[in-house]
């Protein structure tokens, strides 16, 4: 039932920049990883970032080098910084959380409702 709450999205130009974040909401998580995927119209859910606990991080081809990922372990909460953003970024991003709550029950995912970014040329 937890969903995770996301913010940042918003209208910008080619070649401008947005940061996204992510926070879980309450408390009592064990966190392996967050990240981030995107839907564009007409396309399937893509990964565009993730990040470990172990702070390890993986990006999709076509955002490396312009996008970061970055964690912050005392608020719980994941960004993704967007820089030289293009049209084809338009999509809805979503975030990802894997991880489990009250150190029971097995890890699953939890994700965010999605934030909207686009991009005008």
């Known amino acids: 039932q937890v969903q995770l709450v996301e913010s940042g999205g918003g209208l910008v130009q080619a070649g401008g920049s947005l940061r996204l974040s992510c926070a879980v909401p309450g408390g009592g998580f064990t966190i392996n990883g967050m990240g981030w995927y995107r839907q564009a119209p007409r396309n399937q859910r893509e990964l565009v970032a993730e990040?470990?606990?172990?702070?390890?991080?993986n990006y999709a081809d076509s955002v490396k080098g312009r996008f970061t990922i970055s964690g912050d372990n005392a608020k719980n909460t994941v960004y993704l910084r967007m820089d030289s953003l293009k049209p084809e970024d338009t999509a809805v991003y979503y975030c990802r959380m894997y991880g489990r709550r009250w150190q029971t029950g097995p890890y699953r995912e939890y994700w965010g409702q999605g934030t909207q970014v686009t991009v005008s040329s």
């Open positions: 990040i470990t606990n172990s702070r390890s991080t």
